[in-house]
């Protein structure tokens, strides 16, 4: 038997033009019309044979000519939400036959099956909403086989009905008709309905149901200025009028969310309107999945004034499900579309969560259930592709492959901040969804949830459990749920590298870089600004930013002008320091003591804090409302200049076998510039990047390494991930950049998990 990995070029296998072929195609391939869409190939190419599903895979058996052509076709045209993994084929004896058949499946194995994701409305139900014939005209549910909900409704494998949160709807005799034609593409389209048998709208008002139009009522109350909660896909939004500034404050006052930026919803005519989109944002609004897009919204936009403050890009999506699409019509405008949350929690997803009814003014519900929580995904389109700040919806619980297979079953419970879990099966690394910030019991049991599920889904059990070396991190409290499972500890920014890698399909050696917040390290400080060398099966600590005395601990992640006190005092500017200080009274005289004699906080390598002290010292603010605000603007800010030609002085040097980065010459340089704040904040970028480039020249010298491995929460920002990158790649790296996880917290639980697997593969 022959194999082609995902059919990388069919045009050079030696295929039979003609005969029959036995192929068995692994992947996505269950659940997605992936049958009937070879039933109907057969039948273009006028091919006998059979089809079923068997185990993991898709079992078929093709007889006639142009059987190359055939497969070409199922590669370049499978369906929306399938993913094919492998394709292997043999040749075997003729059968005489007259026609092609679908089989019914075989075989109980369910742990190599995948569950698809979530996939936003495709082009045929789209026309079928939009017409007045249709029995689907304006239906809030419509799906089919190549789009709707699928891992959020799925209980169990294999994947039908009855395990499904659509089993309590029974099928009209129009759906049933369609469910069962192999030639319609519902054919074991699992949530198929209508308007004669599925789901029902409803909208609550003050504990009172209302089911008398209850989308027409929705939309009225959202054109008066109103606060929407909307159950989507997989939980629910909160959504209001984007350009109604009273609406945006009402919003803002429910959710306690002061300057942080929504996301918004729009169709793409709308969203030109606002934001300049290139062709490969196009595509990546446009895709199945259908993420948040982050676009360069147009100078002086008002809703990037309303919506996002002080940022210069605006954060859309397009309507993905039918009640999505209602809505946006029915108002006629972009809507803010925001999770239903309290603060940094999983998003809401329970009819009954007692936190709705104080976030907003109405809620429009619907009685299909969600099982699975999927938060919307957020990406920035970086050359020509996405890369990821949030991970979930539409993505989710598609696997990563990694680099080597694993010999245990791995389950790793990420960190505290933007939390994702992850669970290891042989080469197959299934990543969660977004959950959050797990400091709250709600958060706590979001995760315990969705780690079960994804247990029972994929009949997984962890022999290794991986959780984060900082002791005070809450989801460790889970691990001891697996009291025979192994218990291992992975140092935070080892994981960041290591996550990167396995992404790309690496073991390395590298050079990692790992820049973010905070972190703790190996020696019990703070660490946030690390270099290492080495792989998954092992690395090194080489060097770090220089330590600096962060006051009073987490609180100078809240307050960044402590930060930049810390700093101005540690570059000998003690004039400026009191200055600063004086602005916030006692407050500030007691914080500039507690730096002078460094006490009541820690030191940290931080690469975050440094970017919020600089960002203070520039004048964009004291405060971050929300975590990496202040950072951010500096971003938004360095953007607004063109390139800075010459940049500030630092200085790399050893000590004690380390490389250290001090970036106080270019602190103090930045503060005693009298140029432009966009010229200054440019030049701050250009500065950071140069000296990373030296260290990463000296250290792959010494490492005899060429890759250089970056992660971390401080390569969200899109310049210096881009200065970066030029500048390994003109020196001769391959610059490796996370393309699957983001850069963030949100991929930590991959690297936790390729650590731990590797570790279990060497000692066996």
């Known amino acids: 038997m022959k194999s082609l990995k995902a059919i990388p070029d069919i045009r050079q296998a030696d295929l039979p033009e003609k005969g029959r072929l036995r192929l068995r195609i692994a992947g996505v391939v269950q659940g997605v019309g992936f049958r009937p869409f070879l039933y109907r190939a057969a039948k273009k190419f006028k091919l006998t044979g059979v089809v079923r599903n068997r185990g993991a895979e898709v079992v078929l058996e093709v007889q006639g000519k142009d059987l190359k052509e055939f497969i070409r076709h199922v590669e370049g045209n499978a369906p929306p939400l399938s993913r094919i993994e492998t394709l292997s084929w043999e040749k075997i004896p003729e059968r005489k036959e007259k026609e092609f058949t679908i089989l019914e499946s075989e075989g109980k194995g369910k742990k190599d099956i995948m569950v698809p994701p979530d996939i936003a409305l495709c082009a045929a139900c789209r026309r079928e909403m939009e017409d007045p014939g249709d029995r689907r005209y304006r239906y809030p549910f419509t799906n089919c086989t190549d789009c709707g909900p699928r891992f959020t409704l799925i209980e169990g494998l294999p994947y039908d009905r009855p395990k499904t949160t659509m089993k309590k709807f029974a099928m009209c ?98 969203i030109r309107e606002h934001c300049s989109i290139s062709d490969a944002e196009k595509r990546l609004l446009q895709s199945p999945e259908s993420p948040i897009v982050l676009l360069r919204a147009r100078p002086g936009d ?89 991970r979930s919806r539409g ?58 599920h994804f247990m029972k889904l994929f009949s997984l059990r962890p022999e290794v459990v991986v959780i984060d070396r900082h002791p005070a991190y809450p989801n460790r409290l889970l691990a001891t749920e697996f009291p025979k499972a192994t218990l291992v500890e992975v140092q935070h920014h080892q994981a960041h590298v290591a996550s990167v890698l396995a992404e790309n399909d690496e073991v390395g050696p590298a050079i990692g870089i790992a820049l973010d917040g905070t972190g703790y390290g190996d020696d019990g400080t703070v660490w946030g600004g690390e270099f290492f060398v080495g792989g998954l ?76 002290g600089a960002a203070c010292l520039l004048g964009l603010g004291a405060v971050n409302s929300y975590e990496g605000e202040l950072p951010a603007l500096l971003q938004a800010e360095a953007e607004r200049a063109k390139p800075a030609g010459k940049a500030y002085p630092y200085a790399l040097a050893r000590e004690n076998g380390m490389l250290i980065l001090d970036m106080l010459p270019a602190v103090a340089a930045m503060t005693a510039d009298r140029g432009r704040r966009p010229e200054k904040a440019r030049r701050f970028h250009e500065t950071l990047a140069d000296a990373l480039l030296e260290a990463a020249l000296l250290l792959g010298r010494e490492g005899k390494t060429r890759t250089a491995a970056l992660s971390g929460g401080v390569f969200q920002n899109i310049l210096l991930l881009k200065m970066m990158t030029e500048r390994l790649e003109k020196n001769g790296f391959r610059a490796l950049c996370h393309r699957r996880l983001p850069a963030n917290d949100g991929g930590v639980s991959l690297g936790q998990a390729a650590l731990a697997a590797a570790r279990a593969r060497k000692e066996k």
């Open 537 to 612: 099966a092992g690395m090194r600590r080489v060097g770090h930013l220089r330590p600096l005395f962060l006051p009073g601990g987490d609180a100078a992640a809240r307050e960044p002008w402590r930060m930049a006190l810390s700093l101005l005092l540690a570059g000998g500017d003690d004039r400026r320091a009191r200055l600063l200080a004086a602005r916030y009274g006692r407050k500030g005289a007691q914080v500039l003591e507690a730096v002078r004699e460094r006490r009541g906080g820690v030191m940290t390598s931080s690469c975050g804090r440094l970017f919020d």
């Open 395 to 452: 993505y989710v619980p598609l696997p990563i492959a990694l680099p080597f297979s694993a010999s245990k079953t791995v389950l790793a419970l990420g960190g505290m901040l933007k939390t994702t879990f992850c669970l290891v099966d042989g080469q197959r690394a299934f990543v969660g969804p977004h959950i959050g910030d797990t400091e709250s019991n709600p958060a706590l049991a979001a995760e315990r949830r969705a780690v079960r």
């Open 173 to 270: 005799p129009e759906c049933r008709k369609e469910y069962t034609d192999p030639g319609d593409r519902r054919y074991h389209a699992q949530p198929v309905s209508c308007p004669n048998c599925g789901p029902e709208l409803h909208l609550r008002i003050r504990g009172r149901i209302d089911r008398k139009e209850p989308l027409a009522k929705a939309i009225g109350l959202l054109k008066k200025g109103k606060v929407v909660a909307v159950k989507g896909i997989g939980g629910f939004h909160l959504a209001c009028r984007a350009n109604d500034p009273k609406a945006l404050e009402r919003l803002r006052r429910f959710k306690g969310r002061e300057r942080k930026p929504f996301a918004l919803m729009a169709t793409l005519a709308m």
């Open 302 to 390: 008002r809703l990037l004034r309303l919506s996002a403050p002080g940022q210069n890009r605006i954060g859309f999506m397009l309507p993905y499900s039918p009640l999505h699409r209602l809505l946006v019509a029915g108002v006629g405008e972009p809507l803010v579309m925001t999770s239903a949350n309290i603060a940094d929690e999983p998003i809401l997803f329970d009819d009954d969560a007692p936190e709705l009814p104080r976030l907003c003014d109405a809620v429009l519900c619907h009685d299909r259930p969600i099982l699975s929580f999927a938060d919307d995904s957020l990406a920035v389109v970086f050359e020509k592709a996405p890369y990821f700040f949030r």
